[in-house]
């Protein structure tokens, strides 16, 4: 399997629970979204966040927030992310 298919999957599974986080009720979205870990952060450049990568995926293939909530419509934006 070549690289680039291995992460075309990647984003694809990325986007598709980002749907399903997006289309959950407040509080368990709000819990996802804005969780902080705790303790300190090892030196260095800081790792990149699941939600900024998200929401670069998101940038990239043109998407908003109100395409995830309609499933059907998701899956067929998010089905071939190719870059």
């Known amino acids: 399997m070549a690289t680039d298919d291995i992460i075309t999957v ?9 749907g399903h986080v997006l289309r959950k009720d ?3 979205r709000s819990k996802c979204m804005d ?6 952060r090892p030196r260095g450049r800081p790792k990149r966040t ?3 990568v ?7 293939k043109q998407l908003c927030k109100e395409d995830a ?3 059907r419509k ?7 992310v190719a870059y």
Do not use: H, P
């Open 10 to 18: 990647v984003q694809q599974n990325r986007l598709r629970q980002y």
């Open 54 to 60: 998200t929401e670069e995926d998101c940038q990239t």
């Open 69 to 71: 909530m309609d499933c």
């Open 35 to 40: 969780f902080e870990a705790e303790g300190a």
């Open 50 to 52: 699941w939600s900024e």
């Open 26 to 28: 407040e509080v368990t």
């Open 74 to 80: 998701w899956r067929n934006l998010t089905e071939d």
